[in-house]
């Protein structure tokens, strides 16, 4: 098995935000993202609640990502994280690099003093490897609903 490491991204790691979005499909087999212009990925880099790890091979080429946003909460516990996206290559699945991920946020969280994460998992086999690493399902979860808004929207 091929070693991989892990590392937070930092302003100056635009490139590699820039490579999985080309590479996307073969990270999320979803088609690929556009790549943000660079001034606002410095400023996604920038961001101290946005969180944002890759899992690097000996080569230094991203081999998964997992990023996340922290969020303020006006009750009960100050801050909470929402775990928005991971991706591993296809080549890469199952071999500890999505769980290897998954402890860098932990450990982010245990670091920041966090202690809630919560993530929405939009097919079966996200879901089952969230509960493989200790995840539960929140009956009490709504739908989510999304809304496009534009300057002609009311």
Known sequence: MSAFTV???????????????REET?????APSPPLAPADARAYLSDPHVWH??????????????MAYVHRQRHGSALHVMFD????????????????LLAALHGQMREAGIGEVWVLADNPEAQAFYE???????????????????????
């Open 7 to 21: 590392r937070r991204l930092r302003p100056g790691d635009e490139g590699a935000l820039e490579y999985v979005a």
């Open 26 to 30: 073969d990270f999320t087999d979803e």
């Open 53 to 66: 790890w890759h899992a690097e091979d000996d080569s230094g080429q991203p081999v998964g990502f997992l």
């Open 85 to 100: 996206e991971i991706g591993v290559r296809e080549a890469w699945r199952r071999r500890g690099v999505g769980r290897a």
């Open 132 to 154: 493989a690493c200790g995840y539960e399902v929140d009956e009490l979860q709504g739908v989510m609903l999304t809304r496009e808004v534009s300057d002609r929207s009311e």
